[in-house]
């Protein structure tokens, strides 16, 4: 059984690295959007061609990751999705409602002081998580059944 | 025709109000959430009793209110969603994908100030509008093809 | 929004009466299995022909009950589904099964003497109750926003 | 043809050993739940923290083993369910129906001694069988078209 | 609960009548093919311009009657499909296999003269009936739990 | 039986009006797009604000018309697409894959002219029409099995 | 591309040999029924047990043929149905439909003699041949753009 | 992570040779339509036996070719639609309805002077590109997060 998990949410912390690298060993397919701010903001317009209005700007950007964000989802059994400290982060809140409609397994990362204004997302979920390391735990346990000491 | 719209979202300013009313003579039916907040959050542990922990104080509430809002954007043909100018919101932003991943129709209402953080959402969207008039007049050309004078 | 509810499990008690006369006055709609014990278990062999071997007798039945219990289910926005005292009622768990993978709101209605051997079943459920009195609370908290006082 | 198999229920006999053994040779791959009873009952506040009310602790560990019982109920071709002689195994018959709601082929495996209660669930299995071998016989039936002699 | 039943199958024997008179007093609604044969037979190329070679001809008949026999399927609950003495009514059989494949409920009708040839028809359905009789008994049981005396 | 019928494609002579015309007396629902080519070329722009670049215009009326084609599509039954004798008609063309995709009964009404470019459209649908007469009577036949004299 | 084709239908010729063994060199999966006739009539009862009365003789073994027949028609990408000469062939009719339903490619192939009798299934169906050697020269085209010569 | 992407549209420039040449080293696998004018044309009649009337030629040539066009876009990603400067090309925008309806993700590729009567096309899309250059780099950047220099 591989286990195909996408990486959604925060992209200024290394809580991917950690997931990834713990996992080590697992038989996990890990898939991400692309993680690079800058590209991420401006791929649209530097393929496709300048806009002068940054609403269309930001348009021609989001659809272009669109391809690569639903097909990761679509392809995945588990979406993890990382709220971090800073920033509206609708972009992930978008994510975990399309996975949860789309049926898919839901683990959600986040820490405490997130806990009520998530709480609608977190209902959703089968996992709810503060530590990377309790995300690795829990891929270790699907796949092999084996607990943390 | 009759058009099935849900409105999510923000729940402090009379936005609902605003598109219902608008809306008189139209052929449209509107469906939202509970939008009193303190029932919305209690409704849980009010009904199932009590919770010491605030997560699962929550998490019975959300659940309860899933019932309402699943069937809501399930039903709809057309889903609203508003972002107001407080909080996270990551309900609606989760509503907002839930909707596009079930093939919704989605139109989505947000000051300028949020057009960046809300890039994603938007291009999801067939309709961005700033102002609930806005959406009024949309629903009002969908239905009977006349446009604001 | 007419809510349409499916009252699944157990028969041998008034827990579908008090749902449903505790819910007069709401916009729900109700459908329930034929909970004519006799009935439900004789039908296929009373209309279509008897049958010597049990598995049989009890196949052409249970195969007649599903036109119904399908259709109740594939028809609701919510399935409520009674854990009783007694017997195995392996039906009202394999109909929660059901009703979950076709992503239906489920309601589960038991008492804390089944809690452990149901959690499986309670996971899955947006709802957890005891008492019919809290099913016929929710129902109208999630038409009509009214908690009980 | 790779027929892939899930295995649900019974988890205190060796009927997994006995179907995968037997199956030696043929092009079937299996899926099974964690069958480590005490890992599975507890490995929700193993990985996520501890809590004091039995009812969450099993919510969290529930929760976290349907990521491996959906994903192995989805990806299989035959979900084989197993119904022993003890215990009140809702979960063996909410796999039932998950399953037959998804249209899976679902094989039915129990004693004489269920047959009455188990009746809907047999009504909606193509195989119902009282021992390992016959599931064996059957697989190997599907696979090659050979019969036991 | 409106019960909505598609009558395929033969078109040479009063069947859907008896069914649809014995039906009176439930709440059944029923839909059928086009049962007129020379009209069923010609119907395109009346329509649509008269063609020389037979199988288009025929081709253009039946995707007309497609349009009538697919909805009828699809918005259906039940289908019953009559298989009568003559003819190879392989349309018959088409269509049990679209209902079967839709998860509609399928009732099949048939005389023991066919029960062999009919074996995979009749794995399909929930209820196998002789007589348009049991048809309607059957019916009258789903909707009302009423057994014949 | 309600059918219901969405008239797709060529805005510029009365063909909608001669179907729905003549199908009086039937039981038709019809949905049709925005017919006044002016609205729906500037229905974006007029609504949501303007745009000095052509492309953003067109988007914004092409996605505001998209609420009323892809839910009068999704209802329908029944799909007619008229292609005229001018323009380059691709909308026509996409709303026929789009119906054909969600398994919709197809009918196709040009001239001969068009013939062999419009190949794979008429390969997908059940009805190939000249004339706006000839829907009607497929219409009348498909609800009532009545032929023309 | 690999093209996975199911083939089903009539099983006294040698129709399918011809087919796979044409076809070699293509990037073409095939599957079948078990086409041993008396395994197939009686694998049910070989397996499971032996049943007195032939009807649950046959169904035994029809569910658990159907096993192997739906998991290759909803495998496949084009589903050739063969009807012979002789006999009901209802199940191959009935496979068509199947087929059909889920929106699978389907292959028609008869001989002259039961083309009006077959007239539905033809025209659900994107080729009707009369020779294998036709089914061969289509997946060959399909995979490859050639044409025979 | 592989991308699959069906190229649709225009058989008369080398588009398709400079997209899969550009895509050199990327993980992408290309499906395209028999894209030689005269077998696409004729391969129905050549294999299947010729028609006197155009309409059954056609019929016959196109209804094969959707054996591939539907596997084609069924199982891709990413489906590209090209508009070329000359003819009709229904077909195309008849690929992009069907591609949109399935939730594919639509790459629009045409030039300046079509703008405006693609506008519902390039509405459905998440990339409208005037260059294949531009559909390598977004390919890649899809791919890999890297941009063009």
Redesign the interface.
């Given at each position: 059984?591989t286990?195909k998990v996408y990486l959604s949410g925060e992209i200024h912390t290394d809580w991917r690295e950690q997931i990834v690298e713990g996992s080590a060993g697992l038989d996990v397919s890990f898939?991400s959007p692309?993680?690079?701010h800058a590209?991420s903001d401006?791929?649209g317009v530097?393929?496709?061609g300048a806009e002068p209005?940054?609403?269309?700007h930001?348009?021609k950007?989001?659809?272009?990751?669109?391809?690569?964000?639903?097909?990761?989802i679509e392809?995945s059994?588990?979406v993890v999705v990382r709220?971090g400290e800073k920033?509206?982060?609708?972009?992930?809140?978008?994510?975990?409602?399309?996975?949860?409609?789309?049926?898919k397994?839901l683990i959600v990362l986040h820490g405490p002081e997130?806990?009520?204004?998530?709480?609608?997302?977190?209902?959703?979920?089968?996992?709810?998580?503060e530590d990377p390391k309790?995300v690795v735990?829990?891929l270790r346990?699907?796949?092999t059944?084996?607990?943390?000491d």
């Open positions: 059984m286990l898939q692309v993680t690079d590209a401006d791929c530097r393929i496709l209005d940054k609403f269309w930001d348009a950007g989001a659809k272009l990751n669109a391809i690569r964000t639903r097909k990761g392809d059994d588990v709220f920033y509206k982060q609708w972009n992930a809140a978008f994510d975990a409602g399309y996975a949860a409609a789309l049926g397994s997130h806990q009520h204004a998530l709480k609608e997302v977190d209902a959703a979920a089968l996992v709810v998580a309790q735990q829990a346990y699907v796949l059944g084996a607990l943390p």
